[in-house]
Every structure is written in C-alpha cells, then in structure tokens.
C-alpha cells in the first residue's frame, strides 16, 4: 500500500463524514447517520472509491481509536451515582437484550427454516449484538446522554459487552473444534474480570499523576497525549493477556473502553477544586475526539456491501423480514421488562438496544469466513445489520428528541 494511496483515503474518509453528517444534521437527522451513509458510498455499496482489502487494516485502528475516544467522552461526562442507581434496570434491559434475541434468531433458523446447528447459532449470535457506539453518539447528538435512559442504556452496555464477548468465543469454539472449549472460555472470562477489577486502580494512579504532570509540563499538548497514551498502553497490556487474534481488537478496544473510561472518570469526578481541571481536559480532548470518532461510524458504512444483497429473491426477503422483525422485537420485549420506568421510556430504551452496526457484522463476517454461512444467509444478516443500524437512530430522533 503506497503512502499516497492511503492519504487520498483518509482525505475521502474525513471530508466524506463532515459533508455528510452536516448535510444531515441540515435536514433535522442525527449526524452519526450522515457518516455511515458516506461510508456507504464511499465502499462496495456505492462508488467503491476505499478498498478495506486494501487499506481496511489501517483504517480499522483509527476507527478503533475514534470509538474509544468517543467512549471516553460518554465515560468522562457519565454520572457514577445515575449509573449505580440504574444497575438492576441496566442488568434485566442487556440479560434480556441479548437472550431474547438469540432465542428468537436461533429458533427461527433452526426450527422455522430447518437451517443447520451452526447457521443458527450465528444467525441468534447476530441478533444478539448491540453496537452500543452508535446508539451512544445519537444519545451525544440528541443532547441527552446525561439523562437517566441513557445512563440505564450505558450500564447496559457494560453487561452486553461481558454477553457478547463470551458468546462469540463460545460460537469460534463450537464452529472451530465442534465442542465448546471451557478452559479457553474461562481464560476469556478471567482476562475480563482482571482487567475489570484492576483498571480502576490504576486509572486513579494514573489521574493522580497526570494532575500533578499537567502542573509540571514546559511542552504545550500535554494532556491529550497522555490520555492518548494510555488508552494505547491498555491495549496492548489486553493483547498479552492472551485473546484470540479474531477477538484481539474488538474485545480490548470495547472491553477497555467502558470499563477503563467509566472508573478515570469517577475518580476525577468532581472535588470542588477539581471542576477547571475537568474542564480543561474536556476541552484539550474535545476536538480530538470529533476528529476521529466520525471515522469510526464511516468504517460501518465501508464494512457493508449491499451489492451481495439479491433484492430480486422471494426466500430472501421472507427470511429478511422474519429475522428483521425478531431483531427488533427481541430488543423491545426485553426493554418491556425493565421495572420502574414508563412505557414511553421503556420504548426508547428498546429502540437504543436495536443498532447492530458493526458488531453484528463481526458475527456475519466470521460466518462468512469459517464458511458456515453461505451467500444468501450471509447477505441477509448483511441487510438485518443495516436496516437494525439505520432505522432506529431515526425513530430516537423523531420521537423522543424532547420528551425524556
């Protein structure tokens, strides 16, 4: 790949989301929206102009880093005492969110359409996922990310992560060696709760000492690389702890992202003396963060191809629509048993839970390639992720804009 190459990439990449996501916003629809789109017609969907064969590699590290940026704004801003208050609501809204659907998915494959063990439980995997990135940028765009909802929908998101993570690996396994292997499953769930239970401590030593760094600096830029930094350093501890090369980057940028951000947070949150400094951090880091977040969400768009899709076939748009409907539902269902909140609230946590995005292409994708799935079922995950990714942003934007 040739240097110049992948500048006139990233030219495409950056214009492509701020032309895109104003355009939008112009028109009254969330941003995030507007970016995906033009990664849609940047990619194999549109004009084909980015190859993710062969530029996708580079690309995906800055999208890993702009979602983990974006994460840490959220994690950064995030009332910690909203957040425990919402736990038992966050924990029925992602045990129910990611069970529902798989039953629903895997039931409908494997008993309704006599598809195979393996189809199904990529297909229930599928529905599974939440891409709780996107939902969170259209919270940020709605200008209700500090709101009660969107704190239930964050701690949810924590849990959700924990679910996914360890099913993906149960279904690698299964696919992989035809059993499920408990010591790789138990080595996956050890790395989690380490990294869970000692990033909190570090990240306090860490503030402590970039308050006192910050006081010390005789070279402007400080803070933005020393949050930068980190998050890089806690990538890599995550990938010497041993994650399988398909889980490396997804389970240490997403797994770190919530549980690293949420505690740094806390822990700078705020003494009376401490709310300049907290300001002054937000403000180094603000610019950075919408430099790159929006790379992320163009990422998605380049991720889809829609060209796979036979629009013409009666059988794929009866299976389309079945698993697009038990998408949404299995969502919603599980939002209805959340306690203590109202319908209106109830419908919007639903819908926020709904965006599959890219996660549910990781679970397509690795079908695709351990070649369980076949063209016709991969293409119609394809376009359940896209229709799952699209539409609820939209109905969040209009329904529930000024009323939570």
Known sequence: METHGFILVLLLVFVGARVFGELFAYFGIVAVLGEIFAGLLLGPSGFDLISLVEHGTLLKVLAEIGIMLLLFEIGFETDIAKLKHAGLKSSVLAIGGAIIPFIFGFGVAYLL?????????????????????????????????????????LGAAVIDDLIGIMFLVFVYDYISIGEVSLEHTAKIFTFIVV??????????????????????????????????????????????????????????????????????????HPKEGDHDFLEHIRNRMHSIIYLFSPVFFVYVGLSIDLSVIDFSSQRFWSIALLLIFMAFAGKYIAALMVPGVNLKEKTFLGLAMIPRGEVGLIFAELGRTTNVLNNEIYSILVLVVVVTTLLPPILMKYFFKESL
């Open 113 to 153: 359409l006599d598809l195979s063990l393996n189809i199904a439980l990529f297909i229930g995997g599928t529905l599974t996922a939440t891409s709780i990135g996107i939902t969170m940028r259209v919270l940020k765009d709605l200008g209700i990310a500090a709101k009660m909802p969107a704190q239930i929908i």
């Open 195 to 268: 990294f869970f239970v000692l990033t909190p401590i570090v990240a306090k030593a860490m503030a402590k000492m970039m308050r006192y760094l910050a006081m010390k600096r005789r070279v402007p830029g400080f803070i933005p690389s020393f949050m930068i930094s980190l998050i890089l350093l806690f990538s890599y501890i995550a990938s010497l702890l041993g994650i399988p090369a398909i889980l490396g980057s997804f389970a240490a940028g997403i797994a770190f992202s919530r549980r690293f951000i949420i505690p740094f947070a806390s822990y700078l």
